[in-house]
């Protein structure tokens, strides 16, 4: 049944129809992807696209807001973007300073894990 719906919310969001009333599947894999030419980390769901804007200055990289498309919002597709920003942050060896208090916030849930990676 969980297979089916994974399935079903799939197709939704490639279609592009109503996303009204979705609910997420923990089995899906949403992928993180970063494009360097508009400054941004995103997560694509059909033609809606969950993103965080960022800017790199003296190789600190500045990440400054996270947007969820409204349809998207409170299904935790914001912490599966944040996650995978912060592991492809550690990944690269990158520093961060979080300028985004949805990010703040994600890092203090997670201070363990990302705390040599965050700068003033």
Same mark, same amino acid.
């Given at each position: 049944?969980?297979?089916?719906?994974?399935?079903?919310?799939?197709?939704?969001?490639?279609?592009?129809?109503?996303?009204?009333?979705?609910?997420?599947?923990?089995?899906?894999?949403? !992928?993180?992807?970063?494009?360097?030419?508009?400054?941004?980390?995103?997560?694509?769901?059909?033609?809606?696209?969950?993103?965080?804007?960022?800017?790199?200055?003296?190789?600190?990289?500045?990440?400054? !807001?996270?947007?969820?498309?409204?349809?998207?919002?409170?299904?935790?597709?914001?912490?599966?973007?944040?996650?995978?920003?912060?592991?492809?942050?550690?990944?690269?060896?990158?520093?961060?300073?979080?300028?985004?208090?949805?990010?703040?916030?994600?890092?203090?849930?997670?201070?363990?894990?990302?705390?040599?990676?965050?700068? !003033?």
């Amino acid at each position: 049944m969980l297979r089916r719906s994974a399935r079903i919310l799939q197709k939704v969001v490639s279609d592009g129809e109503s996303k009204r009333g979705i609910l997420l599947s923990p089995n899906l894999k949403w !992928e993180v992807r970063r494009d360097e030419s508009s400054k941004q980390f995103f997560i694509k769901m059909g033609s809606d696209k969950a993103t965080v804007e960022y800017e790199t200055l003296n190789g600190v990289i500045e990440l400054q !807001e996270t947007n969820v498309p409204p349809a998207f919002q409170g299904k935790g597709i914001g912490k599966i973007l944040a996650q995978g920003v912060f592991d492809y942050c550690v990944k690269h060896n990158l520093k961060m300073k979080l300028n985004c208090s949805f990010l703040q916030k994600f890092y203090e849930d997670n201070y363990k894990r990302y705390q040599k990676y965050v700068v !003033e």
